[in-house]
């Protein structure tokens, strides 16, 4: 027992020192935050605006990667607050002086921004609009004049539009611009792929697995804004366009590839072992052509140059991956159409959104907890614990599980921010004479938070936790403090809201992280027969349906790892918890294999429709079994044979749970 305890905590340890390590563009992200946020501290202290450690969390929220994504989330949000805080304003006169009705405001609508959030494309923005509202309807329980009140309100609404407005001003000079973050995102894949031909070991598997999880949905998102605020010329921003998606599908086709540099053809004679030899130096030959055009192309993107034209014969390639990736290279220069006459229209609702109670259950938990926090604090008279509120919208999340550990990486986040607080107010603020020398303290500050939160999900949270609890700890009401009291009082307001929060969301409907899996693998399953009942012509389509199915197995995968941060009445047992891996590790191979452009057996699609409508009872059809000897085999392609020898798997690990 004591060796496997030893050996998951080294791997967690080597898993956060992945998670911290550097990689291309987290610096650049890491000083323009901690640059905003000190900044923003600066303007508090100069204009007086109140609660700057929060103004200070919505930036480091709201900052992405490239500058007009920033700016396109800090536009919206101060819509979003403005549209909302004159609502606020409409309200005052009705609620200031009835307590009732104010709470009832409070309550209704932290309900229905949350629910919003979950069920909508507003995302988290939605809690954070629910937090402000919830934060002004507590400030004016304690003001009693109605125009001291519509004071503190206009407060409020600077507290969240000074650091958007802050947002937008920098990175029109400072940020980096879509293209740029795009150009070495789309170099990233190239040489992956480029890895991938040269040595198709487990290694560069691992790294184009990697890149697939990453998904389409940022990468489409840069080209647009590319496009459509002319960042670029027309020329250019068609050009990345068509390079984000034709790297997605060269991705897709070279994790098709054998581990080892094997005959791929699909009429491999297993008896002419001349042909063989002779289609083996060919297949080479094309991966080491097909390594070096990526290469190429590679240095081409980064460097900001045309991409360098394919000049690849139609006659080459002798298999079917081979041929695809060949096509993709090609399809870099010379585009083919691949707009998509089928995809569903986006929507700004979940196709779910009114039929499944998760959605209404997870906003009345959240609300449920912050209105108990509310009480807490008001009941004892101890203000300075308001954290414990803000705790409770930004720390929830759909699944207990992954609630939990973002409890766990807020609590880490608050000691080690809380520290840093502690140690500047001892040793730091009381020797500051100036603004400037402020700002290099939240500067420092801020630098870890942002390298941490810069990184990916897993650890993402303690960072923003990190800066949080520095901020709510060295700067009180309008400027720096050297009360430590206050300082304390504010992380005890957080680990109280964690304990609510953890309390409420698993008692209250408490969501498995297994039944969330169990959800994504049914719709990979239908992702997947989809793909396989596409005609080998329809590359569009069957990019879409691929680029899905990898979403739905990357999230699950995600969810998985956090099943040992849920409550042991929710966890699934051991056994269970590898099948599900197992169904997840088969799908991730299927997926590009499926993506192929072949014709399938019919027999193959039947069996995956029918592992799509009922993974609990699967009892394949006796046509579509793979075949067995050797004279069933010969006549078939070492794809369908992959092919047919992942169904099997999946069908044996579904029956079995």
């Not at 609009?129 to 329980?141: K, Y």
């Amino acid at each position: 027992m004591t060796r496997i305890a030893d050996s998951a905590l080294g791997g967690m340890l080597r898993q956060v020192r992945a998670d911290l390590a550097y990689f291309p563009g987290r610096l650049a992200m890491t000083w323009r935050v901690a640059a905003l946020c000190a900044l923003m501290s600066a303007v508090a202290m100069v204009y007086g605006i109140p609660e700057s450690a929060i103004s200070c969390y919505l930036i480091i929220f709201v900052m992405k990667p490239d500058a007009v994504e920033s700016m396109v989330m800090a536009i919206a949000v101060t819509l979003l607050v403005s549209l909302v805080v004159g609502l606020v304003f409409l309200l005052i006169h009705f609620t200031l002086e009835a307590p009732p009705l104010r709470m009832a405001a409070l309550l209704l609508s932290s309900f229905l921004f949350v629910y919003l959030g979950s069920a909508s494309k507003l995302g988290p923005v939605g809690n954070i609009i629910a937090l402000v509202i919830a934060f002004v309807m507590t400030l004016l329980s304690d003001i009693p004049l109605g125009e001291v009140a519509t004071r503190a309100l206009l407060y409020a609404w600077l507290m969240a539009v000074a650091p958007m407005m802050l947002i937008v001003g920098f990175n029109l000079f400072l940020g980096r611009t879509p293209q740029r973050v795009l150009r070495v995102s789309l170099s990233e894949r190239l040489l992956a792929a480029g890895d991938m031909l040269q040595r198709p070991d487990s290694a560069n598997r691992a790294r184009i697995h990697s890149l697939l999880k990453e998904g389409q949905t940022e990468h489409q998102q840069r080209a647009l804004f590319v496009r459509i605020f002319h960042l670029r010329p027309a020329a250019e921003a068609a050009e990345l366009d068509n390079a984000v998606i034709n790297s997605y599908r060269l991705l897709l086709a070279v994790s098709a590839l054998p581990t080892s540099i094997e005959n791929n053809d699909e009429n491999n004679n297993e008896n002419n072992n001349e042909n063989n030899d002779e289609n083996n130096n060919i297949v080479e030959a094309e991966r080491l052509a097909f390594s070096a055009y990526c290469a190429a192309t590679a240095q081409a993107i980064a460097a900001g140059n045309p991409i360098p034209a394919a000049e690849f014969s139609q006659e080459e390639s002798t298999g079917s991956d081979m041929r695809e990736i060949r096509d993709c290279l090609i399809a870099l220069t010379h585009p083919v159409n691949m707009k998509d006459p089928t995809a569903p229209k986006a929507t700004f609702f979940a196709a779910d959104a009114v039929t499944n109670p998760v959605h209404q259950r997870f906003a009345l938990k959240t609300t449920i907890a912050a209105f108990i926090c509310y009480l807490t604090y008001t009941a004892l008279d101890w203000q300075d614990i308001h954290t414990a509120m803000i705790t409770c919208y930004v720390a929830a999340l759909g699944t207990t599980g992954e609630t939990i550990h973002k409890l766990i990486l807020r609590i880490i986040g608050c000691l080690i921010g809380a520290a840093m607080g502690v140690l500047a107010i001892i040793f730091i603020i009381p020797h500051l004479n100036d603004v400037g020398e402020l700002m290099a303290l939240v500067f420092a500050g801020i630098l870890l938070a942002a390298w941490v939160s810069s990184g990916n999900e897993r650890i993402a949270y303690a960072g923003v936790q990190i800066g949080l609890a520095f901020l709510l700890t060295v700067l009180q009401g309008f400027g720096p403090s050297i009360d430590m009291g206050v300082a304390l009082d504010r992380v005890l307001g957080i680990l109280l809201g964690n304990l609510v929060v953890y309390v409420t969301f698993t008692l209250l409907w408490p969501v498995a992280i297994v039944d969330s899996v169990r959800q994504r693998i049914s719709r990979a399953l239908v992702g997947l027969t989809n793909l396989a009942a596409l005609p080998p012509d329809a590359r569009a389509s069957a990019l879409r349906e691929a680029t899905e199915v990898e979403a739905e197995l990357a999230s699950a995968q995600e969810e998985l790892v956090l099943i040992p941060f849920e409550p042991a009445q929710l966890r699934p047992a051991h056994e269970e918890r590898a099948r599900l891996k197992a169904i997840l590790t088969e799908m991730s191979v299927l997926c590009p294999v499926l993506f192929l452009p072949t014709e399938k057996k019919h027999g193959d699609v039947r069996r995956l429709r029918h592992l799509s409508v009922d993974s609990d009872a699967v009892s394949p059809s006796p046509e579509a079994k793979q075949p067995d000897g050797e004279s069933a085999r010969s006549h078939l392609s070492t794809i369908e044979l992959t092919i047919q020898r992942h169904i099997n798997r999946l069908e044996k690990l579904l029956r079995t749970g």
